[in-house]
């Protein structure tokens, strides 16, 4: 029997998961968690083989909790199941740790697949998903973004406002906020830090010393 823990802000979904997965006899669950900081403290006590993960929660949301269970050693598989499949909430996901990647209107049996393959430690990706992770992955830096894009996000990286980039790009203050709209669009973000930590993530930014 696979161990789980269910992990969700909605009353409603966690009862919906705890009788499906109750109901087959593959599965047993151990308990429930309604944000991210629950999630490791009942990751840490319960002990599970598998823990469904929501992203987007109050408190502490899914990645950051995913991260803190894998600092704390706690060896439960972690099977991501969210609404979202937009590349901010996938690539740190899996990035952060987890095992899969599935979304709410999976079928039953795709799910209760997925969590027997992440019991295994095999990865387990709703398809929409692997093909999202696939199309990054064969997709070059210099495809995805422009050099003039990649300029202003390097200056934004280190800390300059959108009116000190465009004097050092000798650009208009409205043209750097054109340039920064295109990036959310292409890196899958919503703001300013979202778009430099997906760009470190993924290699466009690296690290650099002032020399």
């Given at each position: 029997?696979?161990?789980?823990?269910?992990?969700?802000?909605?009353?409603?979904v966690?009862d919906?998961?705890?009788?499906?997965?109750?109901?087959?006899?593959?599965?047993?669950?151990?308990?429930?968690?309604?944000?991210?900081?629950?999630a490791?403290?009942?990751?840490?006590?319960?002990?599970?083989?598998?823990?469904?993960?929501?992203?987007?929660?109050?408190?502490?949301?899914?990645?950051a909790?995913?991260?803190e269970?894998?600092?704390?050693?706690?060896?439960?598989?972690?099977?991501?199941l969210?609404?979202?499949?937009?590349?901010?909430?996938?690539?740190?996901?899996?990035?952060?740790?987890?095992t899969?990647?599935?979304?709410?209107?999976?079928p039953?049996?795709?799910?209760?697949?997925?969590?027997?393959?992440?019991a295994?430690?095999q990865?387990?990706?709703?398809?929409?998903?692997?093909t999202?992770?696939?199309?990054q992955?064969?997709?070059?830096?210099?495809?995805?973004?422009?050099?003039?894009?990649?300029?202003?996000?390097?200056?934004?990286?280190?800390?300059?406002?959108?009116?000190?980039?465009?004097?050092?790009?000798?650009?208009?203050?409205?043209t750097?906020?054109?340039?920064?709209?295109?990036?959310?669009?292409?890196?899958?973000?919503?703001?300013?830090?979202?778009?430099?930590?997906?760009?470190?993530?993924?290699g466009?930014?690296?690290?650099?010393?002032?020399?």
């Amino acid at each position: 029997m696979i161990s789980l823990l269910i992990v969700d802000d909605h009353p409603v979904v966690r009862d919906g998961l705890r009788g499906m997965f109750g109901a087959d006899p593959r599965f047993g669950v151990l308990g429930e968690a309604c944000d991210g900081a629950e999630a490791v403290t009942a990751g840490e006590r319960l002990q599970p083989d598998v823990i469904l993960m929501d992203l987007r929660m109050p408190r502490v949301d899914g990645v950051a909790a995913i991260k803190e269970l894998a600092r704390r050693g706690v060896p439960a598989r972690v099977l991501v199941l969210t609404t979202y499949d937009t590349d901010s909430d996938v690539l740190p996901a899996i990035e952060a740790g987890a095992t899969g990647y599935l979304l709410k209107d999976a079928p039953r049996e795709e799910l209760f697949r997925a969590v027997e393959a992440a019991a295994r430690g095999q990865a387990a990706l709703a398809p929409a998903v692997a093909t999202r992770l696939m199309g990054q992955m064969r997709r070059p830096a210099t495809e995805l973004l422009s050099q003039r894009e990649l300029a202003v996000l390097e200056l934004i990286a280190k800390g300059s406002t959108n009116r000190e980039a465009a004097r050092q790009l000798f650009i208009s203050e409205a043209t750097v906020k054109t340039h920064l709209l295109h990036v959310y669009a292409k890196l899958g973000v919503k703001d300013r830090a979202a778009a430099v930590a997906t760009a470190f993530s993924r290699g466009y930014l690296t690290v650099r010393g002032d020399g």
